[in-house]
């Protein structure tokens, strides 16, 4: 089974994917997974239960550009900070229908173990500060009326310069690879039975948005304990 965007923003996925999970069918849950993580969670567990795979990915997930990047990280010295800079979608409350893809592209390059986050502006996630388990931050301007995503790493090798990565814009001529990518992972699921992404990589991408959009409300840094108990 294949579920379009629905609501737009996953508030209705739960509901949905339940009746398939039980029947056993392998199901794709267009981006955003959720809208809360509490029902990506319970998403999760149903797969597990029913012993059905679930599978769920926004374009940027798969982006070549972010498999360069981080293949590319050891030859600058490692990193001292990175940027990630995309559209924002609708700018709603919950932020989570266009948000998902600066999240996604941000835990492409840069990891799933975040921390906490920070997000202020006009609109959720406009400007966010993103810290990771390791100590390293991430800065993610999402701004409405941008019609790519970009990525830059900043290395701290300093000799002789400090060395940069960065991304040519990522936009809708990429966009037909990334579905491509998504539409074989899906086949190879329904054929084997077994999930092509970690499921904890699924909730993560909820959990930073819902922190993102927590934080943007109550005008403080959230940490991701807060919206998901791992």
Known sequence: AFLCNCNLDGSDHLKLAEPLLRKHIPTYIDKP??????????????AKRYRTPIYSSSLLSVAGAADNMRNQLKQIGGMETGVICGAPGWAT???QEGVIHGVSLLQA??????????SSGDYPAHYTAVGYESGMQVS???????????AEIFGGNR?????TLYTDPINNT???VGASIIAHRFKRMVQTGKPPRDYDEMISNIAVC?????????????????VWKR
């Open 33 to 46: 997974f959720a809208l809360k993580t509490k029902d990506a969670v319970a998403m999760v567990k149903l």
């Open 93 to 95: 409350e919950s932020g």
């Open 109 to 118: 390059v840069f990891g799933y173990d975040v921390k906490w986050v920070r």
């Open 140 to 150: 993610m301007f999402l701004n409405q009326g941008m019609k790519c995503y970009t």
């Open 159 to 163: 000799d002789p310069n400090p060395n």
């Open 174 to 176: 990429d966009f037909p």
């Open 210 to 226: 819902e922190a993102a959009a927590k934080s943007w409300k109550l005008g403080r840094k959230v940490k991701i304990s807060e």
